[in-house]
């Protein structure tokens, strides 16, 4: 079973920082997915990376499939930002395998 | 993008009765649906999977009996609590998967159930 970890599990910081919020996994995957939680509960899917680099806006995710890491990066951050950002994982079992999660990081930005 | 409509988004419901959380696939046919839940500050857990026309898969420690899920046709999967008890409040979630486009993750809404 795949273990996910993010880092950091709390950050706060002032508008118009660089944010960097990282990802690590312990099993191939077939796909990573950075996932935006509200308040609300609702999510968004941001990103989804089998490899490289995507860019989307002021998002930026990463992934390095030999080390088994991913990043999420925000220029330019925005208090509009706030909320918590989830990594997830699909296996590479080939079929429709269900997500694994971290446990999301804690994301606001103060104006 | 493709569009998962999930209802209701909160429902409230008393000790021992059974609630029913539709998932929906709006604008293309979800060959597999995914439930999820997630407990107060803690991670969302799949709980189970389901393929149109066939029995579901539960996860480890998801009692089939009590989680009833039905994937009848590729547009609609349901998740029946049964008999809730106040532990099983909760944010419920479904996530379906389009045939070749099954690494994809389309998110429903998520439904909040408190059973008081």
């Known amino acids: 079973k795949n273990e996910v970890e993010q880092s950091p599990q709390n950050l706060t910081a002032q508008e118009g920082e660089f944010i960097t919020i990282n990802c690590s996994y312990s099993?191939?995957?077939?796909?990573l997915h950075w996932l935006q939680q509200h308040p609300g509960g609702g999510i968004v899917s941001l990103f989804m990376?089998?490899?490289g680099k995507k860019k989307h806006g002021r998002l930026i995710a990463t992934i390095n499939i030999q080390e088994k890491h991913s990043s999420l990066h925000i220029t330019a951050s925005h208090p509009r930002d706030s909320a918590v950002y989830i990594c997830a994982v699909r296996g590479s079992g080939g079929g429709a395998d269900g997500l694994t999660f971290g446990k999301g990081t804690h994301l606001i930005i103060q104006p | 993008g493709a569009v998962v409509s999930q209802h209701p988004s909160r429902v409230i419901c008393k000790s021992g009765t059974s609630v029913k959380i539709e998932c929906r696939s709006l604008d293309f046919q979800a060959t597999t649906m995914f439930w999820y839940r997630q407990f107060p500050k803690q991670s969302l857990m799949l709980m189970a999977t389901?393929?149109?026309?066939?029995?579901?898969?539960?996860e480890q420690g998801v009692e089939k009996d009590k989680f009833l899920i039905n994937h009848a046709s590729l547009t609609l999967s349901t998740l029946t609590v049964t008999s809730a008890h106040p532990e099983d409040s909760s944010f419920y979630i479904c996530?379906?998967?389009?045939?070749?486009?099954?690494?994809?993750?389309?998110f429903g809404q998520g439904t909040r159930l408190t059973v008081v």
């Open positions: 996530s379906a998967a389009q045939g070749s486009r099954k690494t994809e993750a389309f």
């Open positions: 990376l089998s490899s």
């Open positions: 389901s393929n149109e026309g066939s029995k579901a898969t539960y």
């Open positions: 099993v191939g995957i077939s796909a």
